[in-house]
Antibody, heavy 118, light 110 residues
Framework: QVQLQESGPGLVKPSETLSLTCTVS?????????WGWIRQPPGKGLEWIGT???????YYNPSLKSRVTISLDTSKNQFSLKLSSVTATDTAVYYC???????????WGQGTLVTVSS | QSALTQPASVSGSPGQSITIACTGT?????????VSWYQQHPGKAPKLMIF???NRPSGVSNRFSGSKSGNTASLTISGLQAEDEADYYC??????????FGGGTKVTVL
């Protein structure tokens, strides 16, 4: 059974870069599926951030595209998120997940709260 | 890319049926049969309940069903139970290889 686990700092200063890593177990990310990130501000709904395929091709939410980078590390079976120039509005629970677009998101990480504050 | 539109809240008594609508455009819900529904309990990660408009993953109760007409998808929960009280989100594939979620609906079991 595939499992995903987010890791990274829980507190980031305004204007800095938020960096998170998702470690996948039980499935090789180089075998298939789209992998990506979704966030949820406190008390609000889900927002798609971006997605990466095993080939390394990336797809980003147009509203975040200028600040987002998603990358793969197949040797570690991980993928990562970088979000630059963060502000308080980027405070959210960040989830990594498997299965986007014509696939179904069938596996989620537990989520990690990232707070943007000085 | 705008969020899909869902009612903020829906409520029902135990045993009743409720339906949650999810309205998009011809560039997402109306254009593709890739609509999914997720259930989220407080403090938990979302759980897949319906995929590809009307398909249930194994292990999901058959009290949950999905449908679509034009630009609007719907999730119906029949035989409402206390454990169904949660937030529900729809999601769709969108043109330009994007994904979009609805704003979420809080289901209350009276």
């Amino acid at each position: 059974q595939v499992q995903l686990q987010e890791s990274g700092p829980g507190l980031v200063k305004p204007s800095e870069t938020l960096s998170l890593t998702c470690t996948v177990s039980g499935y090789s990310i180089s075998s298939g599926y789209y992998w990506g990130w979704i966030r949820q501000p406190p008390g609000k709904g889900l927002e798609w951030i971006g997605t990466i395929y095993r080939s390394g091709t990336t797809y980003y939410n147009p509203s975040l595209k200028s600040r987002v980078t998603i990358s793969l590390d197949t040797s570690k079976n991980q993928f990562s998120l970088k979000l630059s120039s963060v502000t308080a509005t980027d405070t959210a629970v960040y989830y990594c997940a498997r299965g986007f677009f014509y696939e179904k998101i069938d596996s989620w990480g537990q989520g990690t709260l990232v707070t943007v504050s000085s | 890319q705008s969020a899909l539109t869902q009612p903020a809240s829906v409520s029902g008594s135990p045993g009743q049926s409720i339906t949650i609508a999810c309205t998009g455009t011809s560039s997402d819900v109306g254009g593709y049969n890739y609509v999914s529904w997720y259930q989220q309990h407080p403090g938990k990660a979302p759980k897949l309940m319906i995929f590809d408009v009307d398909n249930r993953p194994s292990g999901v109760s058959n009290r949950f069903s999905g449908s679509k007409s034009g630009n609007t998808a719907s999730l119906t929960i029949s035989g409402l139970q206390a454990e169904d009280e949660a937030d529900y989100y729809c999601s769709s594939y969108g043109s330009g290889t994007t994904a979009v979620f609805g704003g979420g609906t809080k289901v209350t079991v009276l």
